[in-house]
């Protein structure tokens, strides 16, 4: 048995490495502002947040990023453990050769995801060789390792979080319960360092770990409400020495004492997405559209009007010109129409769960696409995709066959993973650890609401592909069961 495990892991790691060296190989610069980028840097998502900093870190110390204006400002929409990792490439072998060391690191990163999600299937009695495939052959999860965004390093860091949790919940293993919760506080508070919107799971997780844990409850009420004291404050405790320093950053650089900033921004980005998709205008266009409704709130509402002047920069207002924006922001997300939330939420989810990742790996080898014009169009269900693809089949052949190829794949799991959440009960799977990653799941597609691009997904792989797994173990089982069943006959 190990020699076939063995061999297995070889000729995965092998499959692994080709796919791996061959888009680096052949990975395209692209010219950005008169100057030749790598992919990495030209088309990271984001990248502002990350090697932007990373830069800044090597030259003067700080973090800090480039605006449109060319004026540096203070990192506030990202954490520093990303722009830390990717300075360490740069100061060490140069920016235009640091791509050609993190990203392998990345890959091992990724491959090492694999690792971990056989931890996770061998919890849910799932085919361990089947998911661990299905999470290094992925195309989604490739596809972000070859650029300098935090995907790579949360996917890796967020995995270990949910097998720890879901090693307590399942083994309640009352010995290790502080040496466990002390760790599930540290990797939160390591989670919210790479990927700064985390830290609302992050808040909840003490409670759901007390809940996971502690469900059903046998012991007495004071028992109870001691175990959940200690869960609690050990959690708590924990992230929080994790999360203090760069809070205590962000204090004397932004004047706030929080690791989440940028939220304004968001809620713009966001409800711009909405109305983009909606058909209202195009981007430009609905993004002045909300500041003119921002400040028509702000008059009815006898709002600080200073606080809604365009072009200034919201994040570098005090605490209560922001809280008055995004109260502005939430009385506008409530005036929308039911059917624009409805048809926003339905394109962020079919774009976050079932869009292949065709992009990046397009990017990355420098093919043709216009994707954003599915971004920046309005949606109008599936046939949207389809319209797409048949208006740009002649134009972008290439590209159109591999975003095919990868929805493809990406379809197929989700289906397969809706069949494993259906027949979970069949594998006798403690329902606590199934509700805790169903709930994951929920509260990370909550928090990007309509914004959709199947990168968001990239964390949850490790739950859905195992969902996924579970299904083809459903369906083997089946088709073994029917012919067996007319072999007897026979």
Known sequence: ?????????????????????????????TVVDQASLHPAYAFAPDGTRYWHPALSLVHDRSFSYITADGQWHALARGGPIPPIFYATFIYTFGFENAPYYFIPVQCALLYG???????????????????????????NLIGIAHFAQSEALFCFFFASLI????????????????????????????????????????????????????????????????????????????????ISPWAIRNSLSLGNYSVVQG??????????????????????????????DLEEIAIKNNFHLACFGRGSDVEMLDSNCKNQIIEA??????????????????????STYFAGGATAIANTLGMDHAS??????????????????????GEFTGYIFLMLITALFASLCRLL???????????????????????TVIIFTATF????????????EIILMTYGGLGITTLSQALKFKKSRKCRVS
């Open 113 to 139: 995801l694999g690792l971990q999600a056989r931890i996770l299937a061998g919890l849910f009695k799932a085919n361990k060789n089947l998911v661990q495939v299905l999470i290094v052959i992925n195309p």
């Open 417 to 439: 993973g809706l069949v494993g959440v259906l027949t979970a009960t069949k594998f006798e799977i403690p329902i606590r650890l199934q509700l805790f990653c169903i709930v």
């Open 163 to 242: 097998i720890t949790i879901a090693l307590l919940i399942v083994g309640k293993d009352k010995s290790g319960l502080v040496n466990r919760c002390l760790l599930i506080g540290l990797l939160s508070g390591i989670a919210v360092l790479i990927r700064p919107t985390t830290f609302f799971y992050a808040l909840l997780l003490p409670f759901m770990v007390i809940a996971f844990y502690s469900w059903p409850r046998r012991q007495k009420l004071i028992v109870w409400l001691r175990e959940a004291s200690l869960i609690f404050a050990l959690i708590t405790i924990s992230s929080a020495i994790t």
């Open 372 to 393: 954003e014009k599915i971004m920046q169009s309005e949606f109008s269900g599936l046939s949207t995709f389809r319209t797409f693809a048949m208006g740009h089949i």
């Open 1 to 29: 048995m190990p020699l076939t495990i063995s061999r297995f892991q070889v000729g995965l790691f092998l499959l692994f490495l080709t796919i791996n060296v061959t888009l680096l190989a052949f990975a395209q610069p």
């Open 263 to 292: 939220s304004i921004g968001q809620l713009e980005d966001t409800l711009a997405r909405m109305l983009v998709k909606n058909g209202v205008g195009n981007d430009t266009e609905v993004r002045n559209l909300i500041a003119g």
């Open 329 to 350: 922001y939430i009385r506008l997300f409530a005036s929308q129409p039911l059917s624009f939330i409805v048809n926003g939420l339905l394109f962020a989810t079919v």
């Open 449 to 460: 609401m309509f914004t959709g691009v199947s990168r968001f997904r990239a964390p949850l």
